[in-house]
């Protein structure tokens, strides 16, 4: 590596609002996603899923399906020709239903037609017989009682991860709470697709919406008997994410199909199905108690955390991890007895989404911290600067944050922010909205506060790297750039980023990102908020080693020593341009692969939860003020103030519109997301029943963005999408117990809640 | 979805011979909500006869000093017009506060009157709901039933009517004109939608056949002095947890007339009658319009998990009464 500090002068470097090559696409219905993939002759794939959360399979007649005009090719368990199971963490969920069913939706059969109609009705035809089993739906039972049916025989505890520090669980203050998160849906615009084509070489090409092009290769090539190589894949346009495309949904069915019908073959879920072809956050049963000094400084915190994951693993291990590290929030707590548990029920299966385990515990511990400061007389931001770790603290897995953790001055920072003026008279500022609930009668205002901590990247041990190819050649007279990853853009900006990267380290203004497939090395998910971390660290890498050999070959050319690249040229050590970077290559490609790691982790002990489990850790503040209709048990989020520090800004506006999205996700989980399960049945499976926040619901934000860079990391940026996500939903229900006094312990928050009837 | 015919109609009469010969087919106006229903195979209508070209669409003064509202009128036109809106400014809200802008461009006045239940048991075809497969069973009784019913369901169905827009003509009285069979006649409102007793899969009176021509408003100069006010569980874009219609005639503090419709509790808009004829002579303030609220509410019967409409119902009731008690 060279020590040259390259003062970017290029356009679109890091740093810049450069603009989206895919938001004017998008916001103009051009952009291609993967339900819009199309081959002359393809085939359309339906999938069979089971109406029962649990039941035994005593026969499946094909009979019907097949014998209709169109279909051609029907398929169960029986013709995986590989493993029969696949799991992202671990390998427990089968392709295709095996004799019995453990949750409503889950796959028994696929079919291949000419039509997506034909497809679908031939599925109508296939004749299942159950016997139909009360299903497992009671996770604390799940975990706690050994007597309690399996749902595996393995047993329904996931994973039990305990923290324990310390030995002094008395305090001159104690407080406790019992706390319930619902399940909250990714909520993705566009459903799973993708289309399968079989390769001449008995292998397949999948083009499909995902979040980690080698994890599905990994998980699809064993299940249809193939290797690796002979399962390649390009990441089509995905229409958001948010974990939820971190499993397989129709995958292994398209290749199964278009292996056995050798054509290719498109499947894409509609809305309902898509509530079934996916995982969903976690829900939660918390229960939390806090003991404290009178001046309301932590003495201990014992917690319980029960995350329902459903009929699958999925990634419920590391969801525990992070409710069991980052359980007591981004406080140092001398002594901690916590227990998080995730285990299998007959409920819809629960994976990953934004936040990540992080999320629920975030709510149990930031209403503690509230109820601490009303029990100490202290105001909520008070008790929270008394208990902030700093740089330098523990976090309670005895990891020592050893990078910039600003939270007093952040806390003091959001408080301190001008509060919005008195309830307005326009309807849509008011609680209910244009529906002419209120005029303003009744109306009483809350401030709360909340904080969150995450961790970012990979914990826990993992192997967690990304790889970036860097082409460097003239093209048309130009110097021009060409960056390979696999990273998935999922809406987060990355594509964007890489050549922000790419400009500034190269300072070359022209630079193409290609295609993401398998055809270069892994670059991990876009998940945990990782990939300016992590591709960005590799495209950054890979540029460096770019960089290097270009100026070798300069001095070769030129016969000159100490040459340097600076604004795209090569100059002399005094600064003379000596030539262009096209003036040096000539005919020469320059074309450099690197891997890039973030620092190791280690595991947590599995007694006591102690290790260096985290790469680096995050932090985002908000402030919520409220307006609520005490009468009518209404809500409006009248502002969210955040204050977040992010390392370095790499792209001001992509940073702002995740900080948005981020909160409004968490405004969703307060007020009014949940995907309804009684008896194990999703009972809202569509936009019109599950809610999302609307523009009238999201109110404007104000932010303040620090800069405090992590020393570990490129740039010293921080990872960014997940920490408001946290926050926003703590603070907006302490906003609304500040207003009714109500305890509001389960959430998202309902009328009934606060009406109290 | 299953494949279907579809025909244009060219008059109403041919329209009507259609649907009366063939119990098979349907009418389709904005289809906003037949479609959802084909696509998730609630309904499977061998073919659809779509009236959009020849229902009236167009909103006049009729001949009793009220108004004529052709059934093919948009809801977002129906919300927008200048004589609903001064008139009766209860219907111009309702209509205003459900669905999107852009369904609301689609919606008809005669498919709003026509909506199915949002009942998930009803939406999901992989379950019993006796109001979509008779005999089949009720789930949502011992179910989800959050926002269902707590007035006039029965064993056999606990679900709610949908519209927004039919909570404030039940409350207006309106008159349905339907073009059937037999020719013309008229269905006042409430009468026109039916409580399920036994059969819940009958969610109207209409009749084979039956086309809704018109809704006619009669004439009602206090109506001026109205408001439809709605709780949901977000600002835009839902269906009502609760919501109240109401219209009111107060001379020296005191109750003259008034007309009370209340949604989202009831498997029809629900006309408060027995709190109309509380109110009527009563004085204009917020204990009497409690009592009021009180009375009607006596009736209804909770069920396991939506007791909180009961006081949520009474204080949108009260609060709505108050408003436009104070409002001059």
Not at chain 1, 315 to 337: E, K, Q, R
Not at chain 1, 349 to 363: H, L, S
Not at chain 1, 729 to 734: D, G, K, L, N, R
Request: charged share 20%; aromatic share 4%.
């Amino acid at each position: 590596m060279t020590d040259i500090q390259v003062t970017s002068p290029v356009r679109d470097g890091v740093g810049a609002s450069a603009p989206r090559p895919d938001g004017t696409l998008k916001v103009t219905g051009e952009f291609a996603y993967a339900s819009d993939l199309w081959m002359d002759g393809m085939l359309h794939g339906a999938t069979l899923r089971s109406p029962h959360p649990r039941a035994r399979i005593l026969s499946v007649d094909l009979t019907g399906a097949l014998k209709l005009p169109g279909v051609e090719a029907v398929l169960t368990h029986e013709d995986v020709p590989g493993a029969k199971l696949y799991g992202v963490d671990h390998a427990d969920q089968p392709v295709l239903a095996i004799d019995q069913v453990r949750y409503q939706g889950e796959p028994i059969a696929v079919v291949a037609a000419d039509h997506p109609e034909t497809a679908r009705r031939a599925c109508a035809l296939i004749r299942v017989v159950y016997e139909v089993l009360e299903p497992l739906t009671d996770p604390r039972r799940a975990a706690l009682d050994p007597s309690y049916e399996k749902v595996h025989a393995g047993g329904n505890v996931v994973r039990h991860q305990p923290i324990r520090v310390g030995s002094v669980f008395e305090a001159d203050v104690v407080v406790t709470g019992e706390y319930e998160v619902g399940m909250q849906d990714q909520a993705f615009l566009g459903p799973e697709s993708g289309l399968a084509v079989p390769a001449e070489d008995g292998g397949v090409d999948l083009y499909v919406a995902t979040q980690w092009l080698h994890v599905d290769q990994d998980q699809i090539a064993p299940c249809l008997g193939l290797p690796p190589e002979k399962v390649r894949l390009t990441l089509a346009g995905v229409g958001g994410a948010f974990g939820a495309r971190e499993d397989l949904s129709m995958q292994i069915h398209a290749c199964l199909l278009a292996l056995h019908t050798g054509k290719p073959v498109r499947i894409v879920y509609g809305r309902e199905e898509s509530f079934f072809g996916h995982v969903h956050r976690h829900p939660a049963l918390m229960r939390y108690e806090h003991g404290a000094t009178r001046d309301g400084r932590l003495v201990y915190v014992k917690g319980e955390i029960i995350l329902d994951g459903g009929a699958y693993a999925s990634s419920t291990p590391a969801v525990v991890g992070n409710a069991a590290s980052l359980g007591v929030g981004p406080y140092s707590v001398p002594n901690i007895s916590l227990d998080a548990y995730g285990v299998y029920t007959n409920n819809p299966p629960c994976g990953a989404m934004r936040g990540f385990g992080a999320v629920q515990a975030c709510f149990g511990y930031e209403s503690q911290l509230d109820r601490l400061a009303e029990a100490c007389g202290l105001d909520p931001v008070e008790v929270r600067i008394r208990n902030a770790i700093s740089e330098g603290s523990r976090i309670a897995t005895g990891q020592i944050v050893d990078m910039p953790a600003p939270l007093t001055s952040m806390l003091e920072q959001v408080r301190d922010l001008p509060l919005p003026e008195g309830v307005s008279t326009d309807l849509r500022d008011l609680p209910g909205g244009v529906a002419n609930s209120t005029h303003g009668e009744g109306i009483v205002r809350g401030v709360g506060y909340g904080i969150g901590i995450k961790n970012i990247c990979y914990s826990e041990g993992f192997d967690d790297f990304s790889t970036a190819r860097v082409r460097l050649e003239v093209i048309g007279e130009e110097a021009a750039v060409l960056v390979h990853t696999a990273a998935a853009e999922v809406g987060q900006g990355l594509v964007t980023l890489k050549a922000q990267i790419a400009r500034t380290e190269l300072g070359v203004p022209n630079v193409t990102i290609a295609p993401a497939d398998t055809q270069v090395g892994s670059a991990g998910s876009s998940s945990a908020s990782r990939q300016s971390y992590v591709t960005g660290g590799a495209v950054k890498t890979a540029c460096e080693a770019v960089r290097e050999r270009l100026l070798e070959l300069a001095a070769k050319k030129l016969s000159h020593d100490g040459l340097a690249l600076s604004g795209g040229k090569i100059v002399s050590v005094s600064g003379i341009v000596v030539a262009s970077v096209a003036e040096v290559l000539g005919d020469d490609v320059i074309e450099e692969t690197r891997e890039y790691r973030h620092r190791a982790t280690a595991p947590m002990d599995q007694l006591t939860g102690q290790g260096d489990a985290h790469t680096q850790f995050a932090f985002c503040v908000h402030r919520a003020v409220v307006d609520v209709d005490v009468e009518l048990g209404l809500v409006k989020v009248v502002e969210l103030a955040a204050v977040q520090d992010v390392g370095k800004i790499l792209n001001p506006i992509a940073l702002e519109g995740q900080i948005h999205g981020g909160t409004a996700q968490g405004l969703g989980l307060a007020l009014m997301e949940e995907i309804q399960v009684a008896g194990g049945l999703i009972r809202n499976p569509s936009f019109t029943d599950y809610l999302i926040p609307t523009i009238l619901d999201m109110p404007p934000m104000r932010l303040e963005i620090l800069e405090n860079p992590d020393p570990h990391a490129p740039y010293g940026l921080r990872g960014a999408g997940e920490p408001p996500t946290l926050s926003s939903t703590p603070a907006i229900v302490a906003a609304v117990r500040a207003a009714t006094g109500k305890s509001l312990m389960r959430i998202p928050v309902r009328p009934e809640h606060i009406t109290g009837t | 979805m299953r494949p279907f015919a579809y025909e244009r109609a060219t008059d109403v009469r041919s329209a009507v011979a259609t649907l009366s010969e063939r119990p098979d087919a349907v009418y389709l106006g904005g289809g906003t909500n037949l479609v959802d229903l084909m696509r998730l195979g609630v309904v499977s209508p061998e073919m659809l006869v779509d009236v959009t070209r020849v229902v009236d669409a167009t909103i006049e003064e009729s001949a009793g000093g009220g108004l004529l509202i052709g059934a093919g009128v948009r809801n977002g036109d129906l919300t927008a017009d200048p004589l609903v809106r001064g008139r009766y400014p209860v219907l111009a809200q309702a209509v205003l506060s459900g669905a999107s802008g852009q369904i609301r461009n689609m919606a008809t006045v005669g498919g709003n009157l026509l909506q199915r239940t949002r009942c998930s048991y009803f939406q999901d075809t992989s379950k019993p709901c006796n109001k979509r497969r008779p005999g089949s069973g009720c789930p949502a009784r011992e179910g989800d039933h959050r926002n269902l019913a707590i007035l006039g369901h029965s064993s056999s169905c606990v679900a709610t009517h949908p519209s927004d827009m039919a909570v404030a003509l039940a409350a207006l009285g309106a008159v349905v004109h339907v073009e059937g069979r037999h020719g013309p006649r008229t269905v006042p409102m409430p009468g026109l939608h039916r409580l399920p007793g036994d059969e819940p899969d009958r969610d109207t009176v209409l009749e084979p056949g039956d086309l809704i021509t018109a809704v006619e408003l009669p004439e009602l100069p206090f109506a001026t002095r109205s408001r439809y006010r709605k709780v949901r569980d977000r600002a835009s874009f839902a269906f009502a947890v609760v919501s109240v219609a109401a219209a009111l005639d107060v001379a020296d503090g005191v109750v003259r007339d008034c007309r009370i419709a209340l949604g989202g509790v009831a498997p029809v808009p629900w006309r408060a009658e027995l709190a109309e004829s509380a109110l009527r002579g009563a004085a204009a303030t917020a204990a009497e319009f409690g009592r009021a609220a009180d009375i009607e509410l006596a009736q209804a019967r909770p069920l396991r998990d939506n007791g909180f409409k009961v006081p949520l119902a009474r204080n949108v009731l009260v609060g709505v009464l108050t408003d436009l008690a104070e409002a001059r």
